[in-house]
């Protein structure tokens, strides 16, 4: 079974910048399409945006468009997130999530947070001064 471990969460002031990772103990090729989600406190589990292994087509929800930047290496089995100009509102639990069954994932969708299978544990950004 496919097991995600996500890294590169810290604490940063606003406006700065940090890259999440998300290593996947298996060939992402097996799978549809990798997001980002984040959680924060007191609030429910949101979208950020995904990438599709079929065609690495690409989609941002509008609070991090033009911000953030998703990307994957396939020989090392890692998803990127790429964050610039980070916010206060950023602050949240960064998950890693794949998706094997429904392809939701395209450039006008990131797919319903039920569509993915398997998640990670999570690594926390906080942006703060």
């Known amino acids: 079974q496919l097991q995600l471990a996500e890294s590169g969460g810290d604490l940063v002031q606003p406006g700065g910048s940090l890259r999440l990772s998300c290593a996947a103990s298996e060939s992402m090729s097996y799978y549809l399409s990798i997001a980002w989600w984040r959680q924060a406190p007191g609030k429910e589990r949101e979208g950020v945006a995904c990438?599709?292994?079929?065609?690495?087509?690409?989609f941002y929800m509008t609070p991090v468009k033009g911000r953030f930047t998703i990307s994957r290496d396939k020989d090392k089995n890692t998803v990127y997130l790429e964050m610039n100009s980070l916010k206060t509102e950023d602050t949240a639990a960064y998950f890693c999530?794949?998706?094997?069954?429904?392809?939701?994932?395209?450039?006008?969708?990131?797919?319903?947070?039920?569509?993915?299978?398997?998640w990670g544990q999570g690594t926390q950004v906080t942006v703060s001064s």
């Open positions: 999530a794949a998706d094997q069954s429904f392809g939701g994932c395209s450039r006008i969708s990131l797919g319903a947070l039920s569509e993915y299978e398997f």
């Open positions: 990438i599709s292994i079929t065609d690495d087509s690409t």
